[in-house]
């Protein structure tokens, strides 16, 4: 298993299942039968680009980047 | 005794209306049985001069004996999540900043609506309560304590008021400031992130956390956030010690808990009214549950618990690592007993109000609570939706702000997984709330 280095958390309240995280990020976001984001692992250094998109391209703002720990 | 809390007779209601699952309202009645420790003034009025007969003044400590008392006694929060209390207190004391004294907040909603722990410890004991945070405030430098009690329990609020009252006219503990305030009486106004939000102003419904209220907390503070009951331990350890204290329960579980036995089922003949115990851990369960409701399945913990067969209480003590054991576990302290009701139809009913009770702001809680609650009609009604009900509690599970869909999905995962013969008996119309016989 490859070692992560940081997660992504969503921020429920906020998020309104635009779907654009799941998009850019299938690789580690999956969507349910609403459309809302399920996180499906850590964040892997090959990922973290994505990851970052992801994070950027929430019109909500719903989704953070941590690090682990 | 009986505590009645509200001041009209005509306000009683039953410990918990089943029917619709809509108007599900803390009991306005409680009995409440005197205990080893925390319960044990509940004969005498509720005043401060009572309070100091029975207790003597309150000690001041340090915060460095506080902790090691904590630590020793093995304190953990009395709101259900069961956080050390000695580690909380740490995190408050290491984010003191210049100018920016922490705050205490007594978590006294009580959002679990069949829960009545709180409300008797309040209306029976409210001086220990306030002992415990005034204690806690003192050895963090805290000048600030605030109570927050929900508006469907007004005695409880009453009751606060009037202790600050007595305790302000006293002059007692002159350099705390301490201040009262109710918030919403609904199930996840109780969670303490919501409970934060109200503090400042807003809504009291959950936001996500990014940083721990000890960090930062009520206006950017560092806050001590527990609840009513785990003040009153505190309180109480600081005056009896360690030993004494450790000999009232088990070595891993120290001291006791209060609990709160309130009936699903609708007795004829017997009463409605939740009944409050203290009980040393250790206790036998079966001890606490009335007579004719011992040879059928009991819901632990509350509407956010898990059901438990009568199997897997026999024999079994109130400590939290026997509970684990089991995988159950206490909450904050709710045994509820359904009797000869169906634990499906029970479930059912639950899970609807569960749903209604959603603060609607996170999309797994808005759409998975009304979906599952409607499996859970479904399979009340005959329809075997067992892979639909186990789907859907998956699929909410640590997707919200607060808790209450991982509570609500722990509650219907408990009824297939401990009570499968239940729900088996009732898919094939042989349990008595189908009209067969049990």
């Known amino acids: 298993m490859t070692s992560t280095s940081a997660h992504l958390r969503v921020d429920w309240p906020h998020c309104d299942a635009r779907g654009l995280c799941a998009e850019v990020l299938p690789e580690l976001i999956h969507v349910d039968e609403w459309g809302y984001p399920v996180i499906v692992g850590g964040v892997t250094p090959e990922l973290r680009q994505s990851a970052k998109e992801a994070v950027l391209v929430c019109p909500k703002r719903a989704l953070r980047l941590l690090r682990d720990g | ?438």
């Open chain 2, 1 to 438: 005794m009986t505590i009645l809390a509200s001041s009209s007779p005509s306000m009683i209601q039953p410990a918990m209306s089943i029917q619709p699952a809509m108007s599900i309202q803390p009991a306005a009645s409680i009995q409440v049985y005197p205990g080893p420790l925390v319960l044990r003034g509940v004969a005498t009025t509720p005043d401060l001069a009572n309070h100091l007969a029975q207790w003597g003044a309150q000690p001041k400590l340090d915060l460095t004996t506080l902790l090691e008392l904590c630590s020793s006694a093995v304190v953990k929060g009395r709101g259900g999540a069961g956080f050390p209390f000695a580690r909380k207190l740490s995190t408050v004391a290491d984010h003191r900043r210049r100018g920016q004294r922490p705050v205490v907040v007594v978590n006294a909603a009580e959002g679990e609506p069949i829960s009545a722990k709180d409300s008797a410890l309040l209306l029976t004991s409210p001086h220990l309560v306030l002992d415990g945070a005034a204690l806690s405030a003192h050895a963090l430098g805290a000048r600030e304590v605030i109570i927050v009690t929900a508006s469907d329990r007004p005695w409880v609020a009453d009751a606060v008021a009037a202790a600050i009252g007595e305790r302000e006219s006293a002059r007692a503990d002159r350099s705390l400031r301490w201040s009262h305030r109710p918030t919403a009486g609904r199930f996840v106004a109780g969670a303490s992130q919501a409970v934060l939000e109200h503090l400042a102003g807003r809504a009291a419904l959950p936001v996500t956390a990014w940083v721990p209220e000890a960090v930062r907390g009520v206006r950017g503070r560092p806050t001590l956030l527990s609840n009513a009951e785990t003040f009153a331990q505190v309180a109480a350890l600081a005056r009896i010690g360690a030993e004494e204290y450790r000999a009232l329960g088990t070595a891993t579980s120290p001291g006791t808990t209060l609990l709160t036995v309130a009936r699903l089922d609708e007795p004829s003949g017997s009463s409605h009214e939740p009944a409050v115990h203290e009980v040393g851990y250790g206790t036998p369960l079966v001890d606490l549950l009335p007579w004719d409701a011992q040879d059928g399945p009991v819901l632990l913990g509350g509407f956010h618990g898990t059901w438990a067969s009568p199997v897997q209480i026999a024999g079994l003590a109130v400590d939290r690592d026997a509970f684990a054991e089991r995988s159950l576990a206490l909450g904050a302290g709710v045994l509820a007993p359904a009797g000869r009701a169906c634990p499906v139809a029970l479930t059912a009913r639950i899970t609807a109000y569960l749903a209604d009770q959603s603060a609607r702001r996170c999309g797994p809680c808005l759409n998975g609570l009304p979906a599952l609650a409607e499996s859970m009609a479904a399979l009340a009604r005959g329809v075997d939706t067992r892979a639909r009900i186990r789907e859907l509690g998956g699929v909410v599970v640590r997707r919200g702000a607060c808790a209450h869909p991982d509570g609500s999905a722990r509650l219907v995962s408990s009824l297939l997984d401990h009570l499968p013969d239940a729900v088996g008996d009732h898919l094939s119309r042989s349990c008595t709330c189908t009209g067969g016989a049990r």
